[in-house]
C-alpha cells in the first residue's frame, strides 16, 4: 500500500468515525449537542466528501492528492473547533452565547410546549468525558493528529 492509498484510508475512515461517535452519542446516548459540537461535524462531512472524491480518482495521483489534501485539512478544522470548544469547556476563554435545541413546529401552543420542554445545552459545561477529556478534547486530538498523518503521508507520497 502506498503513502498516498494511506492517506486516502485515513482521510476516509477517520471523519466517518468520529462523525458517526458524535451522532451516536446523540441518539443512542443521548447527549444533546450544543451549538459548536455541530460546528465540528460539518468540517467532517465535507473531508467524507472530499475522500470520496479521492478514492474515485485514485488513479489519477494528482487530483487524488489534492483533495486527499484538502481533506486533511477539513479534519484539522474541525480539530481547530474542537480544541476551541475544549477550551471554552475549561474556562481557558469564552465561547458563543446561543444554545442548541431541536428544531420546532406545529401550533402556536405546540411550538410553545416544545420550546419548554426541549433541552437547554451550553456549549461551557462538559456533557460526558472520558480519561478527563470531553468530547470535544477528543475530537481535537483525534482531528488534530489525523489530519497532520495525512499530510506527512501526502508529502512522502511525492
Not at 451516536?24 to 461535524?41: F, I, K, T
Not at 466528501?49 to 479521492?54: E, K, T, V
Not at 410553545?112 to 437547554?120: N, R, T, V, Y
Request: with cysteine; net charge positive.
Amino acid at each position: 500500500m502506498t503513502n498516498l492509498s494511506r492517506a486516502r484510508l485515513i482521510a476516509i475512515l477517520v471523519p466517518n468515525a468520529l462523525l458517526w461517535g458524535a451522532i451516536a452519542s446523540q441518539y443512542l446516548g443521548h447527549l444533546h449537542p450544543c451549538e459548536m459540537c455541530l460546528w465540528q461535524r460539518w468540517p467532517h462531512l465535507a473531508a467524507i466528501l472530499l475522500a470520496l472524491g479521492a478514492i474515485l480518482l485514485r488513479r489519477t495521483p494528482g487530483p487524488s492528492r489534492a483533495l486527499t489534501a484538502l481533506a486533511a485539512l477539513a479534519i484539522l478544522a474541525s480539530g481547530a473547533i474542537g480544541l476551541f470548544h475544549a477550551g471554552v469547556e475549561q474556562g481557558w476563554w469564552h465561547g458563543v452565547t446561543t444554545c442548541a435545541a431541536p428544531p420546532v413546529s406545529g401550533s402556536p401552543q405546540d411550538v410553545l410546549a416544545q420550546i419548554m420542554a426541549a433541552p437547554i445545552v451550553r456549549c461551557d459545561q462538559i456533557q460526558w468525558s472520558l480519561l478527563g477529556l470531553s468530547l470535544a478534547a477528543w475530537n481535537a486530538l483525534l482531528s488534530i493528529l489525523s489530519g497532520s498523518v495525512i499530510l506527512w503521508l501526502i508529502s512522502k507520497s511525492r
